[in-house]
C-alpha cells in the first residue's frame, strides 16, 4: 500500500482543557515520494486530521472526529477535502474485503459478514 510513499509517525498532541477532559489531536500526513518519481507532476500531499474528545460524549456528538485533506503535489492547491470517519470506514472496509481474498480458499465465491456494524454499507 505504501509503495512511492513517504508516510512518517503519525503525531500525537494532547490538548489540555479548564474544563474538562484533555482532548488528543492527532495528524497523520503522507506525500508521494516525489524524489523516487523522479517529479512533482501527478503526485499528492495529504494530511488526516482527527480529534479525540470524549466530553463530546455528553454532549450528543462523537468523540472521534476528522477531515483529510487533499492536496496537488507540485502546486500545493486543495483537491478534496474527506469527512475523515467515513474515510476511515472505506478503508477499513477495503483492507477486510482485500485480507478475505487472500486468507480464503480459491473456490470461495462470496463473503460473509457478520456485526459489521457502522462497516456494514460498505462491505
Known amino acids: 500500500f505504501r509503495d512511492g510513499a513517504v508516510q512518517p509517525v503519525r503525531h500525537h498532541h494532547t490538548v489540555e482543557r479548564p474544563d474538562g477532559e484533555a482532548s488528543t489531536l492527532l495528524l497523520m500526513p503522507a506525500w508521494t515520494d516525489f524524489n523516487a518519481a523522479g517529479t512533482s507532476a501527478g503526485g499528492h500531499i495529504g494530511v488526516k486530521i482527527v480529534t479525540v474528545s470524549p466530553d463530546n460524549n455528553a454532549i450528543g456528538k462523537p468523540a472521534v472526529m476528522g477531515l483529510y485533506l487533499?492536496?496537488?503535489?507540485?502546486?500545493?492547491?486543495?483537491?478534496?477535502?474527506?469527512?475523515?470517519?467515513?474515510l476511515t470506514q472505506w478503508r477499513t472496509a477495503c483492507a477486510s474485503?482485500?485480507?478475505?481474498?487472500?486468507?480464503?480458499?480459491?473456490?470461495?465465491s462470496r463473503l460473509l459478514v457478520v456485526g459489521a456494524g457502522a462497516l456494514s454499507p460498505f462491505l
Do not use: F, K
Not at 487533499?70 to 467515513?86: C, F, M, S
Open 70 to 86: 487533499l492536496l496537488d503535489g507540485g502546486t500545493g492547491e486543495p483537491e478534496a477535502l474527506i469527512d475523515g470517519q467515513r
Open 97 to 108: 474485503a482485500l485480507a478475505a481474498s487472500y486468507l480464503a480458499r480459491d473456490d470461495a
